[in-house]
């Protein structure tokens, strides 16, 4: 007779079978219910919904919402798929967020479908999906599938949103007016439609954004058709909506927000002190401080560390070779003290009048890679870590911010050096350098620990002091980052950082 274990091992062979292509979520007729029933109790699987399940990581613990969020969009496109095969698409609005570089796991998503039932499905952690029964189904043409997700292709979506998405979503629209190659993108679905108040709203947009031959075509094209256009600005005053250099939806998503963020900061941020006159003096203090740094940063992480073992790793009598080489905690502090030595090192060059951003181009991913040597080294982790940019989706536990894929990272990096090299500020290039980079989550690992690296070498860069943040205050600092990535508010960070900046 088979032990446990091995029956075990038998569900998981079936499991990973169907993970071969990536695949997180199931449709529980795809296992038997055997296979099934072990999977959910030995914590490999997760229930969704009813008839739906998802795969986990067994250390998972009671209440983290990552797997769920991780798997949110494709748990829309296989129950979608399933339910409706190719006849449904997602809400205009949605299909805009997404083509505007938004894939944070909203609260309810609304899809549309000939044969949905206007029902509501309740979701895990407070999400929905409804689905609003449409016989308009949409040409073809208009439509367009990504990773499984049908929806409107960017052009029409604009055609499809109301009015009041440009006011309460500007980074999105304007990332989506600076997508739109050409005016006959958006002609074709205005014209089928005889649409002549969509038109005048976006030809005002375009003329808004500073393209106003696009604008000119669509009053030309529809005034020949016959409708009497009259434009109408859908943005807000004061909004900044210039078109964007073309770029993947993540990088123009980046410096669209950027530039809506940085006012908000300057508001909530003291002013720069300026670089100091007593160089050695602050960096003494920064050589002063990194036992607090290193305690709190790896702690926020979830490293077990001490401050004992910290004083040990730098003071050298720490063992990497010995008793130490198979402490996780300890290779971590190890591979911190590297890295915090040669940011440490970068801010004494920017306190000489190096430019902070330049370096922090050239620097960061030799930060990062002193920060996992050690763990490399020992065989922790694989040497990959050293490679540099990730290569596979990651997520940020408890976030319903989904990171862009890794297809984007190198642009949107690119990006967001781009955007610290023109900032005038140092309180802007320190709050949003930090968000950006969370934002981005470049690396497999390790994206906090150098988002804070990343923010006090800005903040010297204006004479403000090494900034700490605590791990007791961790729940409110990850909140905060949320808001700004998931709500598209910088205030609780802006707000977080100076106080701390500030004591």
Same mark, same amino acid.
């Given at each position: 007779?088979? $032990?446990?274990?091995?029956?075990?091992?038998?569900?998981?062979?079936?499991?990973?079978?169907?993970?071969?292509?990536?695949?997180?979520?199931?449709? $529980?007729?795809?296992?038997?219910?055997?296979?099934?029933?072990?999977?959910?109790?030995?914590?490999?699987?997760?229930?969704?919904?009813?008839?739906?399940?998802?795969?986990?990581?067994?250390?998972?613990?009671?209440?983290?919402?990552?797997?769920?969020?991780?798997?949110?969009?494709?748990?829309?496109?296989?129950?979608?798929?399933? !339910?409706?095969?190719?006849?449904?698409? =997602?809400?205009?609005?949605?299909?805009?967020?997404?083509?505007?570089?938004? $894939?944070?796991?909203?609260?309810?998503?609304?899809?549309?479908?000939?044969?949905?039932?206007?029902?509501? =499905?309740?979701?895990?952690?407070?999400?929905?999906?409804?689905?609003?029964?449409?016989?308009?189904?949409?040409?073809?043409?208009?439509?367009?599938?990504?990773?499984?997700?049908?929806?409107?292709?960017?052009?029409?979506?604009?055609?499809?949103?109301?009015?009041?998405?440009?006011?309460?979503?500007?980074?999105?629209?304007?990332?989506?007016?600076?997508?739109?190659?050409?005016?006959?993108?958006?002609?074709?679905?205005?014209?089928?439609?005889?649409?002549?108040?969509?038109?005048?709203?976006?030809?005002?947009?375009?003329?808004?954004?500073?393209?106003?031959?696009?604008?000119?075509?669509?009053?030309?094209?529809?005034?020949?058709?016959?409708?009497?256009?009259?434009?109408?600005?859908?943005?807000?005053?004061?909004?900044?909506?210039?078109?964007?250099?073309?770029?993947?939806? $993540?990088? =123009?998503?980046?410096?669209?927000?950027?530039?809506?963020?940085?006012?908000?900061?300057?508001?909530?941020?003291?002013?720069?002190?300026?670089?100091?006159?007593?160089?050695?003096?602050?960096?003494?203090?920064?050589?002063?401080?990194?036992?607090?740094?290193?305690?709190?940063?790896?702690?926020?992480?979830?490293?077990?560390?001490?401050?004992?073992?910290?004083?040990?790793?730098?003071?050298?009598?720490?063992?990497?070779?010995?008793?130490?080489?198979?402490?996780?905690?300890?290779?971590?502090?190890?591979?911190?003290?590297?890295?915090?030595?040669?940011?440490?090192?970068?801010?004494?060059?920017?306190?000489?009048?190096?430019?902070?951003?330049?370096?922090?181009?050239?620097?960061?991913?030799?930060?990062?890679?002193?920060?996992?040597?050690?763990?490399?080294?020992?065989?922790?982790?694989?040497?990959?870590?050293?490679?540099?940019?990730?290569?596979?989706?990651?997520?940020?536990?408890?976030?319903?911010?989904?990171?862009?894929?890794?297809?984007?990272?190198?642009?949107?990096?690119?990006?967001?050096?781009?955007?610290?090299?023109?900032?005038?500020?140092?309180?802007?290039?320190?709050?949003?350098?930090?968000?950006?980079?969370?934002?981005?989550?470049?690396?497999?690992?390790?994206?906090?620990?150098?988002?804070?690296?990343?923010?006090?070498?800005?903040?010297?860069?204006?004479?403000?002091?090494?900034?700490?943040?605590?791990?007791?205050?961790?729940?409110?600092?990850?909140?905060?980052?949320?808001?700004?990535?998931?709500?598209?508010?910088?205030?609780?960070?802006?707000?977080?950082?100076?106080? !701390?900046?500030?004591?």
């Amino acid at each position: 007779m088979a $032990t446990a274990r091995e029956r075990l091992a038998s569900s998981l062979e079936i499991l990973e079978e169907l993970q071969r292509d990536g695949r997180r979520v199931f449709h $529980t007729t795809e296992l038997t219910r055997v296979h099934r029933d072990r999977l959910l109790a030995n914590g490999f699987l997760q229930r969704a919904t009813p008839g739906w399940v998802i795969s986990i990581n067994p250390s998972v613990r009671p209440g983290d919402s990552t797997p769920w969020y991780s798997a949110f969009w494709e748990f829309c496109a296989s129950y979608c798929g399933r !339910r409706f095969g190719k006849r449904w698409w =997602l809400s205009a609005e949605q299909s805009a967020l997404l083509h505007g570089g938004n $894939t944070a796991v909203p609260e309810q998503v609304v899809i549309h479908a000939p044969e949905a039932a206007n029902n509501r =499905l309740e979701l895990p952690f407070g999400t929905s999906l409804f689905d609003v029964r449409d016989p308009r189904e949409p040409p073809a043409t208009n439509v367009e599938e990504r990773d499984g997700l049908r929806m409107f292709a960017a052009g029409v979506a604009l055609t499809r949103v109301s009015a009041a998405f440009f006011r309460s979503r500007p980074a999105e629209a304007r990332v989506l007016l600076s997508r739109v190659r050409d005016a006959s993108e958006v002609l074709a679905p205005l014209l089928d439609g005889g649409r002549s108040v969509v038109a005048g709203r976006l030809a005002a947009a375009f003329r808004r954004s500073q393209r106003p031959v696009v604008a000119d075509e669509i009053i030309r094209a529809m005034r020949a058709a016959g409708h009497v256009v009259r434009e109408t600005d859908p943005f807000a005053p004061g909004t900044e909506v210039s078109v964007l250099p073309m770029a993947n939806p $993540t990088a =123009l998503r980046l410096r669209a927000l950027w530039e809506r963020f940085r006012v908000p900061v300057l508001d909530l941020f003291p002013p720069a002190p300026g670089l100091p006159r007593d160089r050695e003096r602050f960096l003494a203090r920064v050589d002063d401080i990194f036992r607090t740094d290193a305690y709190h940063s790896l702690s926020i992480e979830g490293y077990q560390v001490s401050p004992e073992l910290i004083d040990r790793v730098r003071s050298g009598e720490w063992d990497p070779e010995g008793t130490d080489r198979d402490h996780r905690d300890a290779l971590a502090a190890f591979g911190y003290w590297r890295a915090f030595r040669r940011v440490r090192d970068g801010v004494a060059r920017v306190l000489a009048g190096q430019a902070a951003a330049g370096l922090a181009r050239d620097e960061h991913q030799e930060w990062h890679r002193e920060l996992f040597a050690p763990t490399v080294t020992a065989g922790i982790v694989p040497p990959r870590e050293l490679a540099g940019y990730r290569s596979q989706p990651v997520y940020i536990r408890g976030s319903r911010h989904v990171p862009p894929r890794a297809g984007a990272v190198v642009d949107a990096m690119e990006a967001l050096f781009d955007l610290l090299e023109r900032e005038p500020e140092p309180a802007v290039r320190a709050v949003l350098g930090h968000w950006a980079l969370g934002y981005v989550h470049p690396w497999p690992d390790g994206n906090g620990r150098m988002a804070r690296f990343l923010m006090n070498l800005m903040l010297a860069s204006g004479g403000y002091p090494w900034t700490v943040i605590r791990v007791g205050h961790r729940a409110e600092y990850m909140a905060a980052l949320d808001a700004a990535s998931s709500g598209q508010r910088i205030e609780p960070f802006a707000g977080f950082l100076a106080h !701390r900046v500030g004591r």
